[in-house]
């Protein structure tokens, strides 16, 4: 009987737990959005990207596809390989998120803003801006 109920203890505790680290506030959105501007892998940062998407670009806007906005960072990323990025500031509303990273890249330190939405329950970018980092 003690076995039992230590068992249940501990299943009601794991699955609280559980639960706590999937929510959606304590799920991160941008862990693995960063990982893949970090490696400069565009097509697995895709599987990120809306349908329809801003990209800016070192101050070149553009209002693209999915596809289009893959092409404009594979370039971006054969003309700066990608060492690392980090996230400095998130902020969040409702169903969108916000993040300020910096993307160290073919020896230059460049500010990345993105924004994603929760579209259906998954959250799709809907903007990228890249632009290189103030000196400090």
């Given at each position: 009987?003690?076995?039992?109920?230590k068992i249940?203890?501990?299943?009601?505790?794991?699955?609280?737990?559980?639960?706590?680290?999937?929510?959606?506030?304590?799920?991160?959105?941008?862990?693995?959005?960063?990982?893949?501007?970090?490696?400069?892998?565009?097509?697995?940062?895709?599987?990120?990207?809306?349908?329809?998407?801003?990209?800016?670009?070192?101050?070149?806007?553009?209002?693209?596809?999915?596809?289009?906005?893959?092409?404009?960072?594979?370039?971006?990323?054969?003309?700066?390989?990608?060492?690392?990025?980090?996230?400095?500031?998130?902020?969040?509303?409702?169903?969108?998120?916000?993040?300020?990273?910096?993307?160290?890249?073919?020896?230059?330190?460049?500010?990345?803003?993105?924004?994603?939405?929760?579209?259906?329950?998954?959250y799709k970018?809907?903007?990228?801006?890249?632009?290189?980092?103030?000196?400090?």
């Amino acid at each position: 009987m003690k076995a039992a109920l230590k068992i249940l203890l501990i299943g009601a505790a794991l699955f609280f737990w559980g639960r706590a680290g999937a929510s959606s506030d304590g799920y991160d959105v941008f862990n693995p959005i960063v990982k893949y501007f970090g490696q400069g892998n565009v097509d697995k940062l895709s599987a990120w990207f809306a349908d329809n998407l801003e990209v800016s670009i070192l101050s070149t806007n553009n209002d693209c596809s999915k596809n289009q906005a893959k092409q404009i960072l594979k370039t971006f990323f054969s003309n700066h390989n990608p060492r690392s990025m980090d996230i400095i500031h998130t902020a969040s509303k409702a169903n969108s998120k916000y993040a300020l990273g910096e993307l160290n890249a073919g020896g230059e330190v460049f500010r990345v803003t993105l924004f994603v939405s929760n579209c259906n329950g998954e959250y799709k970018i809907q903007q990228i801006k890249i632009d290189q980092a103030q000196i400090r």
